[in-house]
T-cell receptor, first 117, second 111 residues
Framework: NAGVMQNPRHLVRRRGQEARLRCSPMKGHSHVYWYRQLPEEGLKFMVYLQKENIIDESGMPKERFSAEFPKEGPSILRIQQVVRGDSAAYFC???????????????FGSGTQLSVL | KNEVEQSPQNLTAQEGEFITINCSYSVGISALHWLQQHPGGGIVSLFMLSSGKKKHGRLIATINIQEKHSSLHITASHPRDSAVYICAGFNSGGSNYKLTFGKGTLLTVNP
């Protein structure tokens, strides 16, 4: 049973390009969460998705960022027209039930390190 | 605003030492999640707790709800324990998936 899979591990983009980050949750998990870790800062929540639905995107920047979790395939975090400030590690996590609690573990992927030149 | 503060920021120990990492949190956080981030970047969930104490191998996590404080202890530390340890708070109410993260404690265990 593979864990949460993220790819690519490292992504280099020039300013103005698009970045697509993929996350495949653990088998049986239908809840996906994206977090961003900026240099020298803690992780911050970005968006929570279930299959075909965005449940909470309150942590997403209002422009250039979007996320989806289609019926088939991985969840995608898309950043359009990247800028240097988007350079960060982006982590995906998944859980089996809604809202992880002390009775439900949250499983993280290994992250995608985005570098914008 | 929910907040989570960790201390120390950096910790260096000799192999075999007993390690303690502290986490204080604000009102509005109902439970805590301890995470380990390996040098390669991957994050592993260690414990989730809202009261009392949990133990797994050489790791022990405790939480004091009245004082809004949690500690992560590592007994008989080993160089492979070197990692960043992150405390994250579950927010009270319906949106506890958001988690409020501390900035992490970088632990280095020397042989």
């Amino acid at each position: 049973n593979a864990g949460v899979m993220q790819n690519p591990r490292h992504l280099v983009r020039r300013r103005g390009q698009e970045a697509r980050l993929r996350c495949s949750p653990m088998k049986g998990h239908s809840h996906v969460y994206w977090y961003r870790q900026l240099p020298e800062e803690g992780l911050k929540f970005m968006v929570y998705l279930q299959k075909e639905n965005i449940i909470d995107e309150s942590g997403m920047p209002k422009e250039r960022f979007s996320a989806e979790f289609p019926k088939e395939g991985p969840s995608i975090l898309r950043i359009q027209q990247v800028v240097r400030g988007d350079s960060a590690a982006y982590f995906c996590a998944s859980s089996r039930t809604v809202s992880p609690s002390t009775n439900e573990k949250l499983f993280f992927g290994s992250g995608t390190q985005l570098s914008v030149l | 605003k929910n907040e989570v503060e960790q201390s120390p920021q950096n910790l260096t120990a000799q192999e075999g030492e007993f390690i303690t990492i502290n986490c204080s949190y604000s009102v509005g956080i109902s439970a805590l999640h301890w995470l380990q981030q390996h040098p390669g970047g991957g994050i592993v969930s260690l414990f989730m707790l809202s009261s009392g104490k949990k133990k797994h191998g050489r790791l022990i996590a405790t939480i004091n709800i009245q004082e809004k404080h949690s500690s992560l202890h590592i007994t008989a530390s080993h160089p492979r324990d070197s990692a960043v340890y992150i405390c994250a708070g579950f927010n009270s109410g319906g949106s506890n998936y958001k988690l409020t993260f501390g900035k992490g404690t970088l632990l280095t265990v020397n042989p």
